[in-house]
């Protein structure tokens, strides 16, 4: 039996109040401040396109220079925004590369080859709001060719 319309009325009003006060729960969106000597293209001294790499595609979750973009405002998504970037950041940060030891900061860098390589990262849902993120084949290539070399 469809919804009387009275009913379909409340509903949406529901729906709308719901949206609106969701906004009020605003996760901690931070980009805590960054000692340039403690990065990654300071302590390990990456090729430049390795390095360009890295800005263009992984630096907004993995490091402290994130860029907030507008949907980063509306919940829910800014719930995942910064869940995305929490966990990128304690999984990779860039931006503190100096609390790695050599061996670690290969492996670690090893590690993003699989990812990309496998085209886990950057994920879909980054790369669909980011096509400059995209890592194509031959940046893939330069990627892992680059971390391979990496002393």
């Known amino acids: 039996m469809p919804m009387p319309s009275k009913t379909k009325k409340y509903a949406a009003w529901a729906a709308l109040a719901f949206v609106l006060a969701i906004q009020f729960i605003r996760p901690e969106r931070t980009n805590p401040p960054v000692d340039p000597a403690a990065t990654f293209e300071a302590v390990a001294k990456p090729d430049p396109q390795l390095a360009a790499i890295v800005r263009r595609a992984c630096r907004d979750c993995h490091s402290h220079d994130t860029k907030w973009p507008w949907y980063s405002l509306i919940a829910p998504v800014s719930w995942l925004v910064a869940d995305d ?38 994920p879909w849902q980054y790369r669909l709001m980011h096509p400059e993120a995209r890592i194509g084949d031959e940046d893939v290539a330069t990627f892992c060719d680059a971390v391979d070399r990496m002393p």
């Open 85 to 122: 970037v929490e966990q990128g950041r304690a999984h990779l940060n860039f931006s503190r590369w100096n609390l790695l030891s050599p061996e670690m900061s290969k492996l670690r860098m090893k590690e993003a080859c699989r990812e990309v390589r496998s085209k886990g990262m950057p």
